[in-house]
């Protein structure tokens, strides 16, 4: 059974909120941030806690269409445009949008000593350095280099680029939330055999810790799909049917097999119930938004490119750039 998308039309959002639980026992471990450690706060309805970020979120739907392995888009979506980076005279794979951080704002594109990626973007892109922004040819130039910047968000922070003021915000966000917390201390000792009274400085030696983990009466998984931001892009209903289905496709391959957020932090949906919380409207399995996104990525292929783009430039760690900068202010002077 195909996917069928018709409901949407009358709805501005795609909103998601689907129950999840451990894979095995009771308790997961929650993403940590520095300074902070676990992210917990409270509510009317007592003690919640962040369990993985929009950000995080972001990354991993991302990388659900990246086949480690073959260092490609997976097989059945072939078609998509991104911009692979090389290194050396052999070519060597170095990254890719779809691996990136900040996806097409790349440093290894906008950064590259090579300016041609860069100086074709910014023809394509056909932007002002001051007055209004032009939504729809911002929206077709990332289309060309990288649709999933049109789902995940891009800054184009550069001044050459219409002064740094190019941004389109995630169209398909997500994060993980669980209710009624409470803390799971434990902890361990890494054990040392030969050197038990050994110096843990350096390394050796019995060292014993402590780890708090959690368990949750809830935790879900809440997504938005920005229907309107899509549509706003300006650039047909192919393209729109295209963002969705893949949006769909993501979602489901994340919740098939790309929970795995940590060691010790595996979920799974707890039941098989997957509609929206705002629309009559059940996410589709892979199976049944596979013919059509393929029929979707061929209607708009001509408007998508696989690039190819080199650096070669020496990689640095920031104490050698801080060090190259020094000797490089006196040898000016």
Same mark, same amino acid.
């Given at each position: 059974? /195909?996917?069928?998308?018709?409901?949407?039309?009358?709805?501005?959002?795609?909103?998601?909120?689907?129950?999840?639980?451990?894979?095995?026992?009771?308790?997961?471990?929650?993403?940590?941030?520095? &300074?902070?450690?676990?992210?917990?706060?409270?509510?009317?309805? &007592?003690?919640?806690?962040?369990?993985?970020?929009?950000?995080?979120?972001?990354?991993?739907?991302?990388?659900?269409?990246?086949?480690?392995?073959?260092?490609?888009?997976?097989?059945?979506?072939?078609?998509?445009?991104?911009?692979?980076?090389?290194?050396? *005279?052999? *070519?060597?794979?170095?990254? #890719?949008?779809?691996?990136?951080?900040?996806? @097409?704002?790349?440093?290894?594109?906008?950064?590259?000593?090579?300016? #041609?990626?860069?100086? &074709?973007? =910014?023809?394509?892109?056909?932007?002002?350095?001051?007055?209004?922004?032009? %939504?729809?040819?911002?929206?077709?130039?990332?289309?060309?280099? $990288?649709?999933?910047?049109?789902?995940?968000?891009?800054?184009?922070?550069?001044?050459?680029?219409?002064?740094?003021? @190019?941004?389109?915000?995630?169209?398909?966000?997500?994060?993980?939330?669980? $209710?009624?917390? %409470?803390?799971?201390?434990? &902890?361990?000792? =890494?054990?040392?055999?030969?050197?038990?009274?050994?110096?843990?400085?350096?390394?050796?030696?019995?060292?014993?810790?402590?780890? #708090?983990?959690?368990?949750?009466?809830?935790?879900?998984?809440?997504?938005?799909?920005?229907?309107?931001?899509?549509?706003?892009?300006?650039?047909?209903? /192919?393209?729109?049917?295209?963002?969705?289905?893949?949006?769909?496709?993501?979602?489901?391959?994340?919740?098939?097999?790309? @929970? %795995?957020?940590?060691?010790?932090?595996?979920?799974?949906?707890?039941?098989?119930?997957? =509609?929206?919380?705002? /629309?009559?409207?059940?996410?589709?399995?892979?199976? +049944?938004?596979?013919?059509?996104?393929? *029929?979707?990525?061929? +209607?708009?292929? *001509?408007?998508?490119?696989?690039?190819?783009?080199?650096? #070669?430039?020496?990689?640095?760690?920031?104490?050698?750039?801080?060090?190259?900068?020094?000797?490089?202010?006196?040898?000016?002077?």
């Amino acid at each position: 059974m /195909a996917a069928d998308l018709a409901n949407l039309g009358k709805h501005h959002r795609l909103l998601f909120s689907i129950p999840l639980e451990p894979v095995q026992g009771k308790r997961f471990q929650s993403t940590g941030f520095p &300074g902070l450690g676990a992210a917990t706060f409270q509510t009317r309805d &007592g003690p919640c806690l962040l369990v993985e970020s929009a950000q995080s979120t972001a990354n991993r739907l991302e990388k659900v269409v990246w086949d480690d392995a073959a260092e490609d888009v997976v097989g059945e979506l072939k078609g998509l445009s991104h911009v692979r980076v090389v290194r050396g *005279k052999q *070519k060597t794979f170095l990254t #890719d949008t779809i691996l990136e951080a900040h996806r @097409l704002n790349s440093p290894y594109l906008l950064e590259n000593s090579k300016k #041609d990626f860069f100086e &074709g973007l =910014k023809k394509d892109l056909d932007q002002p350095e001051g007055g209004p922004i032009d %939504r729809r040819k911002l929206a077709a130039a990332i289309l060309k280099y $990288d649709v999933g910047s049109l789902l995940h968000g891009v800054f184009l922070a550069k001044k050459e680029l219409a002064g740094g003021r @190019l941004r389109v915000a995630r169209a398909l966000s997500g994060f993980i939330e669980a $209710d009624g917390v %409470r803390v799971a201390p434990s &902890g361990g000792v =890494k054990n040392d055999h030969v050197n038990p009274s050994g110096d843990t400085k350096t390394g050796f030696g019995n060292v014993p810790f402590a780890r #708090d983990e959690f368990t949750a009466d809830r935790i879900a998984l809440y997504v938005n799909l920005d229907l309107a931001q899509i549509r706003g892009y300006g650039l047909g209903v /192919a393209v729109e049917r295209l963002l969705i289905l893949l949006s769909l496709w993501k979602l489901r391959a994340l919740l098939s097999g790309g @929970l %795995r957020l940590r060691t010790a932090c595996d979920l799974a949906p707890s039941n098989g119930v997957m =509609k929206a919380t705002n /629309a009559e409207f059940h996410l589709p399995e892979i199976a +049944e938004t596979q013919d059509a996104l393929k *029929k979707a990525i061929g +209607e708009v292929g *001509k408007s998508m490119t696989v690039t190819t783009v080199s650096y #070669d430039d020496e990689l640095k760690t920031k104490d050698e750039q801080d060090k190259g900068g020094e000797e490089g202010e006196g040898d000016d002077e």
